[in-house]
């Protein structure tokens, strides 16, 4: 090696030492607190509303969305949110609107953040219309103490967790997360996800519940609805208890679909690469074919019609607990 070379390379070791030493020294004085580098300042505000309204909705970019259960009669809005990003709370036309003002100049959307903005809205427990939430990037929860007509959520990264009821539709739509609906009563569930998880559990519907995913896995458990239908690329999905007044409807590029001790009037079961397996609770007319793989059904000749088909996968069922 050259001595100009071996002069650089030690110049370079001992310029990165030293940054290792000034950072060090400086996350030290920090106590090693992260959050005191941001250079995006936050504030705190809270809005009082006294006016009466039967719906919400809420435009927002990236803070989470939390709604708790109010102590009193009246409504409170606490924003933990950027200065140049304030959200506005309004009631109009029996709506209460929390929308985000983004008033920062182009230059002000680089640094350093390690804030997470966050919206809780505080609410009586009464029963409400309409709730809609539309967000960029960031989580929605909503607990059991609520009651809606209809739900629409409208995510493009973040997890959203619903336990409140929608006596019309609960629809949830995210790009990039998981969704989790648990313990409630619908009309119809339509859930959407491009890359997440979707997990159902304990819920009754009145009508269908609809799983569309391109990237993820979908676990339904302890569900009674009108019937199940689902699309997917990639991803499996398992039913566990789930009872369907009409039919299973599930399609899957790739993926396994599992059933335990589920069942449905009709069953209708078709993936490209994916075993089919699991046990149902009443006889069924099977019509099963795989292109690459075994097949194991009983042989029974009454009950609703069952079609499954893979092109490489076994495909395996049983009926009875």
């Known amino acids: 090696m050259r001595t100009r070379t071996k002069v650089w390379l030690i110049i370079a070791a001992t310029l990165v030492l030293i940054g290792c030493i000034a950072f060090g020294s400086a996350m030290s004085?920090?106590?090693?607190?992260?959050?005191k580098l941001s250079t995006t300042k936050y504030e705190s505000n809270s809005y009082e509303i006294s006016d009466n309204y039967k719906n919400i909705l809420?435009?927002?970019?990236?803070?989470?969305?939390?709604?708790i259960p109010s102590k009193s009669l009246t409504t409170s809005v606490d924003c933990y949110e950027q200065e140049n990003t304030k959200h506005t709370v309004t009631v109009n036309d029996n709506t209460l609107v929390i929308k985000m003002v983004d008033t920062r100049k182009w230059y002000e959307y680089i640094g350093i953040n390690f804030g997470t903005p966050k919206i809780t809205v505080s609410i009586p427990q009464e029963e409400y219309n309409t709730l809609s939430v539309k967000s960029s990037t960031g989580d929605v929860e909503i607990p059991k103490d609520f009651k809606f007509e209809s739900?629409?959520?409208?995510?493009?990264?973040?997890?959203?967790?619903?336990?409140?009821?929608?006596?019309?539709?609960?629809?949830?739509?995210?790009?990039?997360?998981?969704?989790?609906?648990?313990?409630?009563?619908?009309g119809t569930l339509d859930l959407s996800v491009s890359t997440g998880k979707v997990t159902v559990s304990d819920v009754t519907s009145k009508g269908d519940v609809s799983v569309s995913v391109s990237?993820?896995?979908?676990?339904?458990?302890?569900t009674k609805c009108k019937s199940v239908i689902s699309n997917g690329d990639t991803g499996g999905i398992s039913l566990d208890n789930v009872i369907a007044a009409e039919k299973f409807s599930?399609?899957?590029s790739t993926g396994d679909v599992k059933f335990n001790n589920s069942d449905a009037t009709e069953i209708y079961v078709k993936t490209d690469t994916g075993d089919v397996t699991g046990n149902l609770l009443t006889d069924k007319v099977f019509i099963a074919q795989t292109d690459t793989g075994k097949v194991d059904v009983p042989k029974t000749v009454i009950g609703g019609k069952c079609e499954i088909s893979t092109d490489t996968g076994n495909i395996m069922i049983s009926i009875g607990q």
Request: hydrophobic fraction near 35%; avoid cysteine.
């Open 29 to 35: 004085m920090l106590n090693w607190d992260f959050t």
């Open 250 to 252: 599930i399609e899957r």
């Open 58 to 67: 809420i435009i927002t970019d990236t803070s989470d969305v939390v709604f």
């Open 215 to 222: 990237t993820g896995k979908t676990y339904i458990t302890d």
């Open 151 to 186: 739900i629409d959520i409208s995510v493009n990264t973040g997890k959203v967790t619903n336990h409140a009821s929608a006596s019309e539709i609960l629809k949830i739509k995210t790009s990039t997360g998981s969704i989790r609906v648990e313990n409630t009563s619908v």
